[in-house]
């Protein structure tokens, strides 16, 4: 089945006042590891935090799987130095003929033995994300990937109104939500809050906290989540290093240590250290629109 043939289920009144997306088969729920869903609006640093967070969770001595939701395909390429092929793409050679995929097909390694997947996306305005992520995880699975794994990381894209966005909850423990200190990055992170708590009513994800990215203060995102009973876990400041590791396809664990990059390190590996010792479920109010004006608003 091609993905413009999937038809989603609406089910009214279950994750929201008629929520419509692709419902996965429970057999297919990933088992036996830790999941993250990593969230944010576009731009923010979602495909950099969740690639140093991964090499992070190795440091640890953990297996981890690297899965990248969004059509552009970028999540990996910083541990893999280059753009892989995707899910979806493969599944178009064999003509949506998934027993005929090797793992290799698929699944990448990448730096310090992060294994990556990129999902990828149907063609615009021809199917549903939801379908590539849930088609991703049932390989996964086909093949015995998610045995050896003791961590998988979901770098999601940002646009909340779509199926790619709430599949990953259907397997995530937890989400993680990257921002900035900012207005436009604290009002997505709003959103999806409000999106996440709906899922949340119906599957095990719940929220972890949120990473205040690429921001020299933090005080805009401490308040925001103090007004709404939300933890902040992680601060990683705006560092031209981290532009340029991207810009030199690696992580930010292959760059030249200096102080300033040696401190991020810690701070990577530090998140991976709260992430994986368990977080409290997080359960924030999130705010009205003009609220939040109101709360980060200036004159």
């Known amino acids: 089945m091609s993905p413009r043939d999937e038809v989603p289920i609406i089910r009214k009144g279950e994750d929201g006042e008629g929520s419509l997306q692709v419902h996965l088969d429970p057999a297919?729920?990933?088992?036996?590891?830790?999941?993250f869903a990593v969230y944010g609006k576009g731009g923010i640093g979602k495909s950099t935090t969740s690639?140093?967070?991964?090499?992070?969770?190795?440091k640890l001595g953990k297996r981890v799987l690297q899965i990248g939701c969004d059509p552009k395909h970028d999540s990996t390429f910083t541990l893999t130095g280059r753009l892989v092929p995707t899910v979806i793409?493969?599944?178009?050679?064999?003509?949506f003929h998934p027993e005929e995929l090797r793992p290799e097909d698929f699944v990448f390694d990448g730096y310090s033995g992060v294994k990556c997947v990129e999902a990828g996306g149907p063609p615009?305005?021809?199917?549903?994300?939801?379908?590539?992520?849930?088609?991703?995880?049932?390989?996964?699975?086909q093949h015995h990937l998610l045995d050896d794994t003791d961590v998988v990381i979901f770098d999601v894209l940002g646009d909340v109104v779509c199926g790619g966005f709430a599949a990953p909850l259907q397997h995530a423990d937890r989400a993680l939500i990257v921002t900035a200190n900012d207005f436009d990055s604290i009002y997505a992170m709003n959103r999806i809050i409000a999106a996440v708590q709906a899922k949340a009513k119906n599957y095990n994800v719940r929220l972890a906290g949120c990473v205040a990215n690429r921001s020299r203060d933090t005080d805009e995102v401490d308040r925001y989540c103090a007004a709404v009973g939300f933890n902040r876990l992680a601060h990683l400041p705006d560092l031209d290093a981290i532009r340029r590791s991207r810009l030199k396809k690696k992580t930010l664990f292959e760059m030249d240590a200096d102080e300033d990059i040696v401190a991020v390190q810690k701070?990577?590996?530090?998140?991976?250290?709260?992430?994986?010792?368990?977080?409290?479920?997080?359960?924030?109010?999130?705010?009205?629109?003009?609220?939040?004006?109101?709360?980060?608003?200036?004159?």
């Open 28 to 35: 297919q729920r990933i088992e036996g590891a830790k999941v």
């Open 51 to 58: 690639s140093n967070l991964s090499v992070a969770f190795t």
């Open 89 to 95: 793409d493969i599944l178009k050679e064999v003509d």
């Open 267 to 299: 701070e990577y590996i530090r998140l991976a250290e709260t992430l994986w010792n368990g977080t409290e479920a997080s359960a924030p109010a999130p705010l009205e629109d003009r609220d939040i004006f109101e709360l980060l608003g200036f004159d």
């Open 124 to 141: 615009a305005g021809t199917g549903c994300g939801g379908y590539v992520v849930g088609q991703t995880v049932k390989l996964l699975k």
